[in-house]
């Protein structure tokens, strides 16, 4: 069996999470949960499923009448990959792939000014982020411990993530310069 990309494990997983679904379904559970740090382009929606059926993992079946949509149902052999990429401590190393970054490195080439702007617009996006993130953790159900654990734990990583970004825009747009660089911590 070929590794599996993240993507298809995003599938196999809110398939087992939330039953069967058609790729649009799939695509509204997406944008519900991973998007916030996992987008998936909504064109793969709709091809990883089938993949996935031709593996084995998922079994498709076809409505016959109405709007005849495709639903996917995990089967055994889908539940077995799961289980195993879980299990697996390894992951990948992370992917930054920042524009106010590549901004910020390159940022030596324009006007000094230019770093401020951008340090205030991004601190202002980041506390937006945070606010989001606190706010879905503030909402998280009680009554619904199958999921209040393990989406407390992320949203407490989104937040702890965003606020250091707020910290670190927030005081480079009042010392452009970086006088503490050498107090790293």
Known sequence: MPE???????????IARHGAMTPYELKAKVEESVDYFWPIPHAQLYRIPARLAQLGLLQEEAEHTGRRRRVFHLTDAGHTALKQWLADPHAPEPETRDPAQLKLFFADLGDPADVVALAREQARQHRYWLEVYQSLRAGLDPSDQT???????????????EQAYVDFWESLSIDPDLDDLADTN
């Open 147 to 161: 999921r209040l654990v393990s989406r407390a734990r992320i949203l407490k990583l989104g937040i702890l993530h």
């Open 4 to 14: 599996l990309t993240s993507p298809e494990c995003v599938v196999l997983g809110l």
